[in-house]
């Protein structure tokens, strides 16, 4: 049976050591981290991460600034807000929860934040510096995968990753942080023949696609790390659960370690964006990252743009 890697205790460990940068900042350079979450509505499920968001921030020693605003909210006016907090220097970490409702435009919101306080890592500044492997801030759900991985298999160098699902949150993000970490990368989507026989040649697969139970035991690789990023509420009242893309019943048959839904990828979210908000600001006030709080993203793997060896 598969090894269950436990995102739940990863992501406490994560923030025990975000918390401990944020005590020694405080201390020695009198700065605390402030995090802006904004939520536009009252999707409950945006309602728990974004309550879950502000009460971690808060754990950690960071401030917290909650904003709430109707779902009625105009595009003009959430406009209005991020301009305010992109210039409150107590806020070193912007982000706006998706989905957002459907007359504002997301493009438009995440272009207006300041690409040095977008914690999520979706603005085209911090996409196209990670797309060349350089060092903007990187999207959460992604850098919680590598983490996980890092945390299981060690190196990551020449293993063979498939990535399942090509989302501008999870599946191109993740390809470019896996190839930073040296993988031989394949993107698998909707459109591709036979996907099974693709991921079956992962040593690591990733099921990015929001699909329940898709990814089946024949779909993998024996022995491979699958992190399964998927969850999708099925049911209602007390049946209600959180299903990923993954059917662990038989992929923990065949794979050497898998996430567990719930447990795995989605605690890791959470820690990874406190984790990107004091790497925010440190790099706000030309502080070092501190020791011990330096991910996946390190300064190693910054430019240079071309790379020797192709
Ligand atoms: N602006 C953003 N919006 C959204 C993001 C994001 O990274 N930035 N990601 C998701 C939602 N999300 C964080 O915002 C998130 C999703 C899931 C979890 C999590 O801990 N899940 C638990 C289960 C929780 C439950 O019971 O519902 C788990 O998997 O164990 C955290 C954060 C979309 N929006």
Request: aromatic content about 2%.
């Amino acid at each position: 049976m598969a090894l269950l890697i436990d995102g739940k205790a990863q992501a406490r460990a994560l923030r025990a050591t975000v918390a401990d940068a944020v005590r020694r900042l405080g201390t020695h350079q009198g700065l605390v981290p402030g995090l802006a979450v904004v939520l536009v509505g009252d999707d409950p499920a945006s309602q728990v991460y974004v309550r879950r968001k502000g009460e971690h921030a808060r754990e950690v020693g960071m401030r917290s600034f909650e904003h709430a605003l109707p779902a009625a909210t105009s595009q003009a006016t959430l406009l209005e807000r991020i301009a305010r907090l992109n210039r409150d220097p107590e806020v070193h970490g912007i982000l706006v929860q998706l989905p957002l409702p459907a007359h504002i435009d997301p493009e438009a919101i995440i272009h207006a934040i300041d690409p040095a306080k977008d914690v999520d890592g979706f603005h085209p500044l911090n996409v196209g510096a990670l797309a060349v492997g350089g060092e903007g801030l990187a999207p959460c759900t992604p850098l919680g995968c590598i983490r996980l991985l890092e945390s299981h298999l060690g190196e990551l160098t020449g293993k063979h990753a498939v990535v399942l699902g090509r989302s501008r949150i999870v599946g191109r993000p993740l390809a470019s942080l896996l190839l930073k970490k040296d993988c031989t990368v394949t993107v698998a989507h909707s459109r591709t023949p036979n996907p099974a026989k693709i991921c079956r040649q992962g040593d690591i697969l990733v099921a990015a696609v929001g699909q329940p139970g898709l990814v089946q035991g024949d779909w993998v690789k024996a022995g491979a790390t699958v992190i399964d990023v998927g969850i999708t509420r099925l049911g209602e009242g007390d049946s209600r659960r959180l299903v990923g893309d993954v059917d662990a019943a038989c992929v923990s048959r065949v794979a050497g370690a898998l996430t567990p839904v719930p447990g795995g990828v989605g605690p890791m979210t959470i820690a990874c964006l406190l984790h990107n908000t004091l790497i925010a600001a440190c790099r706000q006030h030309g502080l070092p990252e501190p020791d011990g709080a330096t991910g996946p993203m390190a300064p190693r793997d910054g430019l240079p743009l071309t790379h020797p060896h192709g």
